[in-house]
T-cell receptor
């Protein structure tokens, strides 16, 4: 069974640009969440999508957005990139409660560098 | 919101030694996971353990939900155990995953 797949693995962007990251969850998982990891702030929750609807959102500016498609694949977008957006972005997927609990499984991450 | 504290922040061991990592959380949770972050950044699932005790090889974990803490035991440590160990907790609701709140991690270094 394939794990959570994130693309691309590495990305270098210039300040002011925008970026789109992709996440394919484990087959059968319908919940996808995104996290940002930085040395200063640690791992922080960005948002969660379930059945194509944003269910939960962390404390991030509106430049950070996402969506989920009918096949549960998710994308997150960051517009007007800032140097502080440089981070490892991690995606997690999980099944519905009652179908094995809500254990989250993470992808390898996308390392974004803003220059 | 829920606070998660991990201790110790750093741990240096000689290969073969045993260790205990602790995770304290400030409120009731219905999701608790332990992860090992590999050098490439991926979070590897160790345990999904909102309560009780589980064992997997040289690793075991115990969560005492009523006292709001969890312990991760590593026995006979190996150099490949090096890395950062994270505890994450969450409150699930309405059929969704909710969000995980992570501790700051314990950085483990195992020396040969």
């Amino acid at each position: 069974k394939a794990g959570v797949t994130q693309t691309p693995r590495y990305l270098i962007k210039t300040r002011g640009q925008q970026v789109t990251l992709s996440c394919s969850p484990i087959s059968g998982h319908r919940s996808v969440s995104w996290y940002q990891q930085t040395p200063g702030q640690g791992l922080q929750f960005l948002f969660e999508y379930f059945s194509e609807t944003q269910r939960n959102k962390g404390n991030f500016p509106g430049r950070f957005s996402g969506r989920q498609f009918s096949n549960s694949r998710s994308e997150m977008n960051v517009s007007t990139l800032e140097l502080g957006d440089s981070a490892l972005y991690l995606c997690a997927s999980s099944v519905l409660p009652g179908q094995g609990g809500t254990e989250a499984f993470f992808g390898q991450g996308t390392r974004l560098t803003v220059v | 919101g829920i606070q998660v504290e991990q201790s110790p922040p750093d741990l240096i061991l000689q290969e073969g030694a045993n260790s205990t990592l602790r995770c304290n959380f400030s409120d009731s949770v219905n999701n608790l996971q332990w992860f090992h972050q590999n050098p490439w950044g991926q979070l590897i699932n160790l345990f999904y353990i909102p309560s009780g005790t589980k064992q997997n090889g040289r690793l075991s974990a115990t969560t005492v939900a009523t006292e709001r803490y969890s312990l991760l035991y590593i026995s006979s440590s190996q150099t490949t155990d090096s890395g950062v160990y994270f505890c994450a907790v969450g409150v699930n609701y309405g059929g969704s995953q909710g969000n995980l709140i992570f501790g700051k991690g314990t950085k483990l270094s195992v020396k040969p």
